[in-house]
T-cell receptor
Framework: NAGVTQTPKFQVLKTGQSMTLQCAQDMNHEYMSWYRQDPGMGLRLIHY???????DQGEVPNGYNVSRSTTEDFPLRLLSAAPSQTSVYFC???????????FGPGTRLTVT | GESVGLHLPTLSVQEGDNSIINCAYS??????FIWYKQESGKGPQFIIDIRSNMDKRQGQRVTVLLNKTVKHLSLQIAATQPGDSAVYFC???????????FGKGTLLTVNP
């Protein structure tokens, strides 16, 4: 199993540009989530999904959209990037039989 | 608002010593707690978890203690090794929604 994979590893955007951060898992986990991590802070939940076709907002959802068309994939979209979205983004998945979350390696995003 | 925090942002120990990392939580409804280890440039890695119906749980070289009376969580690492150097996060959850609230993290440095 590859676990949770994220692409790209690094990305630089200009203010106002859009992009999609990709996340995929091959563990057949129902639950997936996106977090952002800023310096000196813990992870904050952006959006999450409890299964294909179901998404919901986390603690800091503004400026981000998600969709869950398949169990494996959970992309995060930035429609109009802002400098405040400069951060490291982590995707995670969890099977509903356990609380153990598996995190991807992260995407480091810089918005100038 | 409800939050999870840490008493000590940094901890430096000698190799072979035991380490104790502390965490305070404020949501009395939280019923599940997790400790994560995050090495530089990587995603968080699950270490150990504990449910609110327990006050102690042991893993390999690690023990988590939960004191619900004072809303306190601790992670004990026995015979700390240089490979244990990382940032350690506690996280809490409540109900069955699997949404985690993370603390800010403690940087553990192990000196050889």
């Amino acid at each position: 199993n590859a676990g949770v994979t994220q692409t790209p590893k690094f990305q630089v955007l200009k203010t106002g540009q859009s992009m999609t951060l990709q996340c995929a898992q091959d563990m057949n986990h129902e639950y997936m989530s996106w977090y952002r991590q800023d310096p000196g802070m813990g992870l904050r939940l952006i959006h999450y999904s409890v299964g294909a076709g179901i998404t919901d907002q986390g603690e800091v959802p503004n400026g981000y959209n998600v969709s869950r068309s398949t169990t494996e994939d959970f992309p995060l979209r930035l429609l109009s990037a802002a400098p405040s979205q400069t951060s490291v983004y982590f995707c995670a998945s969890i099977g509903l039989s356990t609380y153990e979350q598996y995190f991807g390696p992260g995407t480091r995003l810089t918005v100038t | 608002g409800e939050s999870v925090g840490l008493h000590l942002p940094t901890l430096s120990v000698q190799e072979g010593d035991n380490s104790i990392i502390n965490c305070a939580y404020s949501n009395s409804a939280s019923d599940y707690f997790i400790w994560y280890k995050q090495e530089s440039g990587k995603g968080p890695q699950f270490i150990i978890d504990i449910r609110s119906n327990m006050d102690k749980r042991q893993g390999q070289r690690v023990t988590v203690l939960l004191n619900k009376t004072v809303k306190h969580l601790s992670l004990q690492i026995a015979a700390t090794q240089p490979g244990d150097s990382a940032v350690y996060f506690c996280a809490e959850s409540w109900g069955s929604n699997y949404k985690l609230t993370f603390g800010k993290g403690t940087l553990l440095t192990v000196n050889p």
